[in-house]
């Protein structure tokens, strides 16, 4: 059983950063890719960023590109967002996920495992 636990969230005023964690139990981490969605209120589940097995590969969706930076850590299971220059239309509830092979897709059905979420406000 995999679980995947998101820190890192909250409040922060536009123009603003911050650094969301993933957190994942189980052997198959490093062997998987990874990545990060978001749901706004009143709006479908969008995919922000993805990252192969290693690392070497990166995808982001348009509108984070170039403020938000996804790694990772297979010492640690750990998956990371940084978001900097924050939007008001980047709030919503992120959500980490697990690829279900090792490249990252954009697809949310690529993905098996999801984690709870957290929330990020930013205020303008």
């Known amino acids: 059983q995999v679980q995947l636990v998101e820190s890192g969230g909250g409040l922060v005023q536009g123009g603003g950063s911050l650094r969301l964690s993933c957190a994942a139990s189980g052997r198959t981490f490093s062997s998987k890719a990874m990545g990060w969605f978001r749901q706004a209120p009143g709006k479908e589940r969008e995919f922000v960023a993805a990252?192969?097995?290693?690392?070497?590969?990166?995808t982001y969706t348009g509108s984070v590109k170039g403020r938000f930076t996804i790694s990772r850590d297979n010492a640690k299971n750990t998956v990371y967002l940084q978001m900097n220059s924050l939007k008001p239309e980047d709030t919503a509830v992120y959500y980490c996920a697990r690829q279900s092979s090792a490249y990252a897709t954009t697809r949310g059905e690529d993905y098996d495992y999801w984690g709870q979420g957290t929330q990020v406000t930013v205020s303008s």
């Open positions: 990252i192969s097995w290693s690392g070497s590969s990166t």
